[in-house]
């Protein structure tokens, strides 16, 4: 778990900003949830026999007795939120985006945490794969606004509950006559969850299910259709894909269009962002039958391809530098007009020479240096130093706002 410092916030603010600014030009909109839910919520979303649910959930029990998680994803909250208060009341199709923190007791390394932060959207309410390629679009816009190069995106299908059953079994055979040659967990996922066989690292299992039958091949014609709309959609935006017919994912909840996001820069850790269709979700848990769409991306993982190199730190406007104890006064009362004004406003809070105060001015990077000096007041006026040039010149207090430009007013919507 990892605390974000003062100089790396700055980028985690712009990614915030511009997932707030794609999303909504999409019309999305945000919705906040508890970062705890009962521990079933995930066991029946996620899956029973996922790596999420079998090892990685930081589970307690509440002094009610209650079995709580903290959770693993946003997805099975937002759709618990959803059926709770029937946002499918209000529109047919919700489009909704999430920020925060995440939990997963996973092995820590570069770009895998075990809090992490995701940005997630989900599209409930219209199958069409239309929305498919509209998510797929966004979450490219969204890359191109950051300024992220070099990302492949990855497309696969993961079929329905009519061929996938069909295709169990097809893997089950293909997977009973190698058995020898795969890991123990895969042994026992041959048992419980024969798909995740396909995802796992080891080599000898990689080796094994080189020649795997895939999804892809096993497609009824209703999902063979839709993946072919929603490439359709894609050429016809110009979006480059590639299809990876080996690609499973972590969660069970997925169906159809399943995508993954990925970049060669962070060694195991490739996946900025991932998801996929969830037609069967929102009726597994209890509300109406809705189908779904939707990925998140990780914000560390984000963050370590833009190097932390697209934002600093805020520097002040103006520092203002006093020389004796009424213009110490004097200056902490026009540091606070100047703040209220929209004007990123400092000063040195402790009685301290003109250059102690100049060399603090430096260093936090000061636009201005307003040098405020007990004679000087008595006149109405200051010195303004341009730290840029060093240049000076005296001006006078009473029209000290026209000097800097306020920032933006963060108005209520
Ligand atoms: P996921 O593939 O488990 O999907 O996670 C999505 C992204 O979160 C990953 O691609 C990665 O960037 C980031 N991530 C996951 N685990 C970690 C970790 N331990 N440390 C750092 N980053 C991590 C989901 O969570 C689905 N809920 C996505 C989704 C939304 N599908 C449909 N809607």
Redesign the pocket.
């Known amino acids: 778990m990892n605390d974000i410092l003062p100089g790396e916030v700055e980028t985690w603010q712009f990614l915030e900003a511009a997932a707030r600014r794609v999303f909504s030009l999409h019309g999305f909109s945000e919705i906040r949830v508890p970062v705890v839910e009962k521990t079933e919520l995930f066991c029946r979303s996620i899956g029973e026999t996922t790596d999420i649910v079998e090892k990685e959930m930081y589970t307690f029990q509440d002094k009610g007795g209650n079995s709580l998680t903290l959770r693993p994803?946003?997805?099975a909250s937002v759709m618990r939120a959803l059926i709770e208060h029937k946002l499918y009341a209000r529109d047919p199709l919700s489009k909704l985006f999430y920020l925060g923190p995440m939990f997963?007791h996973?092995r820590p390394q570069k770009?895998?945490?075990?809090q992490?932060y995701?940005i997630?959207v989900?599209a409930v309410g219209v199958d069409d794969p239309s929305i498919d390629a509209q998510t797929l679009a966004m979450l490219n816009h969204f890359a191109d606004e950051i300024g992220l190069r070099g990302l492949d995106l990855q497309l696969n299908s993961l079929g329905c509950p009519v061929c996938r059953p069909d295709y169990r079994e097809q893997l089950l055979t293909f997977l009973q006559k190698r058995l020898d040659g795969l890991c123990d967990d895969c042994r026992r996922r041959y048992q419980t969850n024969p798909l995740r066989v396909l995802d796992c690292k080891v080599a000898g299992c990689r080796e094994a299910t080189h020649e795997a039958p895939a999804m892809l091949d096993y497609l009824c014609n209703d999902c063979d259709d839709h993946f072919s709309a929603v490439r359709g959609y894609l050429d016809g935006l110009g979006t480059p894909y590639f299809v990876n017919k080996r690609m499973v994912?972590?969660?069970d909840y997925y169906t159809k269009t399943t995508f993954?996001l990925v970049t060669g820069q962070l060694g195991a850790q490739n996946?900025?962002?991932?998801?996929?269709r969830?037609d069967g979700l929102v009726k597994q848990l209890g509300g109406p039958e809705l189908p779904g769409?939707?990925?998140?991306?990780?914000v560390?993982?984000l963050f370590l391809l833009l190097d932390g190199s697209r934002c600093e730190a805020k520097k002040p406007d103006v520092f203002l530098a006093a020389l004796g104890e009424k213009a110490r006064r004097e200056a902490f009362n026009r540091m606070h007009q100047l703040q209220r004004r929209g004007i990123r406003a400092e000063m040195e809070y402790q009685a301290k020479s003109l250059k102690a105060q100049m060399r603090r001015a430096d260093k936090l990077g000061a636009r201005f240096v307003l040098i405020l000096g007990d004679d000087e007041l008595t006149r109405g006026v200051a010195q303004l130093r341009d730290m840029a040039d060093s240049s000076q010149r005296e001006i006078e207090l009473a029209r000290l706002e026209e000097f800097f430009e306020p920032s933006p007013v963060i108005a209520a919507n």
């Open positions: 994803e946003g997805t997963r996973e770009g895998r945490y075990r992490f995701q997630g989900e994912r972590g969660l993954e996946a900025v962002a991932a998801g996929g969830y769409i939707g990925f998140a991306m990780g560390e993982r």
